[in-house]
T-cell receptor, first 113, second 114 residues
């Protein structure tokens, strides 16, 4: 079954404590991205990757890092989380050409206190 | 540059009534257009998409949307709302061809009243 798997689904952490949210896809997609979803703001892209070792900033990259060492994995790293990073995070992967719709993970609800 | 505007952050319809969710886009090149649905505590899943060809596209769960280039619109409709349609709906646009950024609208929450 084609899927994007994120972990954890829920996370409560304290300000400044480094954390990583993992994302893995089994569709051999080259394009992967991270979004955050906040009420009234829709989905905003944090970072994206067009292939292994190729990443770039999205609309709201401050405070986040990513890496793409393998095609299937695209972890999101918060080196020093702050309360304004409390949000719902989604990882997505996309295919090519006409099959370019995004497949989303189940989401990670992060609370930073 | 591209953008998406969804009119109405909340829409309420009676069960059995027509569902109409509005989406207008701007794009400097021919677009690919999508509608996604998000049920509570879940990720987004694709309802339907327009890439090329027929401008009226049908999706899952009885939804359809029509690409109208002259109006830069891609409104989502369903003839008869069901309670299970209650969810948040997102319109999205990306330039056609290659890997380009997808821009999402701010979403419309659909409430279905029994």
């Amino acid at each position: 079954e084609a899927q994007v798997t994120q972990n954890p689904r829920y996370l409560i952490t304290v300000t400044g404590k480094k954390l990583t949210v993992t994302c893995s896809q089994n569709m051999n997609h080259e394009y992967m991205s991270w979004y955050r979803q906040d009420p009234g703001l829709g989905l905003r892209q944090i970072y994206y990757s067009m292939n292994v070792e190729v990443t770039d900033k999205g609309d709201v990259p401050e405070g986040y890092k990513v890496s793409r060492k393998e095609k299937r994995n695209f972890p999101l790293i918060l080196e020093s989380p702050s309360p304004n990073q409390t949000s719902l995070y989604f990882c997505a992967s996309r295919g090519r050409g006409l099959n370019t719709e995004a497949f989303f993970g189940q989401g990670t609800r992060l609370t930073v206190v | 540059a591209q953008s998406v505007t969804q009119l109405g952050s909340h829409v309420s319809v009676s069960e059995g009534a027509l569902v109409l969710l509005r989406c207008n886009y701007s794009s400097s090149v021919p677009p690919y257009l999508f509608w996604y649905v998000q049920y509570p505590n879940q990720g987004l899943q694709l309802l339907l998409k327009y890439t090329t060809g027929a401008t009226l596209v049908k999706g899952i769960n009885g939804f359809e949307a029509e690409f109208k280039k002259s109006e830069t619109s891609f409104h989502l409709t369903k003839p008869s709302a069901h309670m299970s349609d209650a969810a948040e709906y997102f319109c999205a646009v990306t330039p056609s061809g290659g890997y380009q950024k997808v821009t999402f609208g701010t979403g419309t929450k659909l409430q279905v009243i029994p």
